[in-house]
C-alpha cells in the first residue's frame, strides 16, 4: 500500500501562483511514476503532469510552460509548482502514484480555485 497525502491548495487570482506538494509513505521503494491529476467540476479527470523516477516528465498541452512537476525521492515527495495561473486551472488536484508492478494509488485531493 502506499499512501499519498497532499497540501498547498488554497484560491488566487489569476496570474499567480501556487505550490502543490504531494508526500508518499508506506511501499514507497515499488513507486515508479508520481503525477498530479485534476477533476473540474463536471469535467473528467485528466493529467496534469507526471514524473518518473528517473525524472522524466511529461505535461499537459494546457500547462506547459506555465507548470513544473518536480520530485524529491529522498523525502518521498513531489511538487507542482503552477504559475500564471488562468481561471480554468480551477479543479480538484489529486496526487497519483504507480508502482512498478502498476499498482494506482491516489491522494485525498486538494482544491484549486483561481479568480479572475
Known amino acids: 500500500q502506499v499512501q499519498l497525502v497532499e497540501s498547498g491548495g488554497g484560491s488566487v487570482q489569476a496570474g499567480g501562483s501556487l505550490r502543490l506538494s504531494c508526500v508518499a509513505s508506506?511501499?514507497?521503494?515499488?513507486?515508479?511514476?508520481m503525477a498530479w491529476y485534476r477533476q473540474a467540476p463536471g469535467k473528467q479527470r485528466e493529467l496534469v503532469a507526471a514524473?518518473?523516477?528517473?525524472?522524466?516528465?511529461n505535461y499537459a498541452d494546457s500547462v506547459k510552460g506555465r507548470f513544473t512537476i518536480s520530485r524529491d525521492n529522498a523525502r518521498n515527495t513531489v511538487y507542482l509548482e503552477m504559475n500564471r495561473l488562468k481561471p480554468e486551472d480551477t479543479a480538484v488536484y489529486y496526487c497519483?502514484?504507480?508502482?512498478?508492478?502498476?499498482?494506482?494509488?491516489w491522494g485525498q485531493g486538494t482544491q484549486v480555485t483561481v479568480s479572475s
Open positions: 497519483n502514484s504507480k508502482t512498478v508492478d502498476l499498482k494506482e494509488y
Open positions: 508506506g511501499i514507497i521503494f515499488r513507486i515508479n511514476t
Open positions: 514524473i518518473t523516477r528517473g525524472i522524466t516528465t
